[in-house]
């Protein structure tokens, strides 16, 4: 069974950094291009950053390019997000999620339960 | 403000079809054939319904499909039913730089 884990969601100030995780488990990770996806309160979804499956390119939505990083390590069947310098307006719910092979365009066909995170004073 | 732009709600009564709109650029929804649909319901994750404009993922209905002319794609959901009620979003591949992939804003569907 495919499953997707985030984890390292919380409350910090803005300015702040944390780290979001999400750990694959069904299906061979190292072959899947992967996306973060986060939804804000009341709000709908928002592309945040994509990685290939290698690791070795990615894009960011504007909103959070050279604050957010995005990461894979394939041999931990695992993918981070470092987000830096966070800000009110990055509080949502991030999704991770992964592409369907060779699909053209965001095509998630598998996400995670999505993990809170609050920037906040 | 969202790249695409989708109805904010569209309702219908059970067993009727109706049709979500999701209008971009020839640099977006018009450039390739990468438009996907997701279902949403609260506190949900979202579902992909339909990838590449008119692709149904497996285990997704057939009462679902997706279509597309010149800037503006379309999903159907025919037969409607009570469980059809939630957020859809359309999405696209952009040329247009950053960012890489484009929401619509959501569409509220309701089932009378």
């Known amino acids: 069974e495919v499953q997707l884990v985030e984890s390292g969601g919380g409350l910090v100030q803005p300015g702040g950094s944390l780290r979001l995780s999400c750990v694959a488990s069904g299906f061979t990770f190292s072959s899947y291009e992967m996306n973060w996806v986060r939804q804000a309160p009341g709000k709908g979804l928002e592309w945040v950053s994509y990685?290939?499956?290698?690791?070795?390119?990615?894009f960011y939505a504007d909103s959070v390019k050279g604050r957010f990083i995005f990461s894979r390590d394939n041999a931990k069947n695992s993918m981070y997000l470092q987000m830096n310098s966070l800000r009110a307006e990055d509080t949502a719910v991030y999704y991770c999620a992964r592409e369907i092979l060779r699909c053209g365009g965001d095509c998630n066909d598998y996400w995670g339960q999505g993990t809170q995170v609050t920037v906040a004073s | 403000q969202s790249a695409l732009t989708q109805p904010a709600s569209v309702s219908g009564s059970p067993g009727q079809s109706i049709t979500i709109s999701c209008t971009g650029t020839?640099?977006?929804?018009?450039?390739?054939?990468?438009v996907s649909w997701y279902q949403q319901h609260p506190g949900k994750a979202p579902k992909l319904m339909i990838y590449e404009v008119s692709n149904r993922p497996s285990g997704v209905s057939s009462r679902f499909s997706g279509s597309k002319s010149g800037n503006t794609a379309s999903l159907t959901i025919s037969g409607l039913q009570a469980e059809d009620e939630a957020d859809y979003y359309c999405?696209?591949?952009?040329?247009?730089?950053?960012?890489?992939?484009?929401f619509g804003a959501g569409t509220k569907v309701t089932v009378l």
């Open positions: 999405t696209s591949y952009t040329l247009s730089g950053s960012p890489f992939y484009v």
């Open positions: 990685i290939t499956a290698r690791g070795d390119t990615t």
């Open positions: 020839s640099g977006d929804v018009g450039a390739y054939n990468y």
